[in-house]
């Protein structure tokens, strides 16, 4: 856990001046992570799955900038509720449509993240997003299914992204496109429980969760890929996000019972109101992953 006294030095994004700590990974190496500093961290179990993955230098609107960012340790919590397709369709861009399990009944997440070492240092995250169909689906709707509740392949459109980082806003709002906003944001995942709190402007709840972890199912690096593709309008263009995720620790459970999910006032807690979820359908936690983040590329969608 980071010192709440960490020391941090001032560095230039896209124009923006932003505090980062001091002596950390961003500081040091300006995403172009030194691998093998990354191995001797004990936090991380391996970076195997980063070395097949070279990095390439963009443009971007914030300024040049290498990609993939690289997540060594993250541990995450989603909820998946059941939710009726209008009320996802009314909260969607009218060129997406949202994945359906049943005619009329689609699916509202949300997620909480901890990235314990990353390229741009240490934060948390959490997201209300919608689950949908790929941008230009040409397969058959069961497929697409199949495939997102698997967890392999998923396709969504996020309403709220806030983070505890002002690196970690920046680059997501002004680079990907993401509603991101910073605010107090503690997530603490491990073998036995997970536990969120995010924090509403004034300082008081907006969305917090406490659940047992599911058993876990352990996997080699590079066993269990998944990837998840968000899309994002950027001046007012379609973008889709690929994030490639190497799972090592994870499981889930359906209708969990001892979960606890309180609203509050805020953000977060409105968004997922506005999707009127019904029940909760599954639980996944995983206490150990790492990630690789793509950054947006500009992506052809279907006009109504």
């Known amino acids: 856990m980071p010192s709440t006294q960490q020391d941090t030095v001032e560095v230039d994004l896209g124009g923006r001046k932003l505090a980062v700590p001091k002596g950390g990974l961003y500081d040091r190496y300006r995403m172009d992570t030194d691998l093998d500093e990354v191995a001797r961290d004990p936090r991380v179990s ?47 861009p009218a060129e997406l449509d949202p994945l359906e399990i049943a005619p009329g009944l689609g699916l509202a997440s949300i997620m909480f993240f901890r990235y314990d070492v990353c390229d741009i240092d240490f934060y948390t995250e959490a ?79 907006d969305l917090s969760l406490s659940v047992s972890t599911p058993a876990q199912t352990t996997y080699p690096s590079g066993e269990r890929v998944s990837t998840l593709t968000s899309y994002t309008s950027i001046e007012g263009a379609w973008h889709s996000i690929l994030n490639q995720t190497n799972v090592l620790s994870t499981g889930g459970t359906r209708s969990p019972r001892d979960l606890v999910l309180k609203s509050g006032n805020g953000r977060l807690t409105d968004d997922l109101r506005s999707l009127d979820p019904i029940r909760t359908i599954q639980l996944d936690v995983t206490t150990e992953s790492q990630a690789a983040l793509h950054m947006p590329v500009p992506v052809s969608i279907r006009n109504r």
Do not use: C
Request: hydrophobic residues 40%; aromatic residues 8%; positive net charge.
């Open 46 to 92: 391996s970076v195997d799955f980063f070395r097949r993955l070279p990095k390439t230098r963009v443009e971007s609107p914030i300024g040049p900038t290498l990609t993939p960012n690289f997540y060594y340790r993250v541990s995450t919590a989603r909820v998946t509720m059941l939710a009726r397709s209008r009320a996802l369709r009314s909260r969607l």
């Open 127 to 205: 997201a209300v997003a919608i689950p949908v169909r790929p941008a230009r689906h040409g397969r058959l709707r069961f497929v697409d299914l199949a495939s997102g509740l698997k967890n392999d392949d998923l396709h969504a459109y996020v309403l709220s992204l806030p983070v505890n980082s002002d690196i970690a806003q920046v680059r997501g709002h002004d680079g990907y496109g993401f509603p991101k906003w910073v605010t107090e944001l503690d997530v603490d995942i491990d073998s036995n429980r997970a536990t969120a709190r995010v924090a509403n402007d004034s300082g008081g709840d």
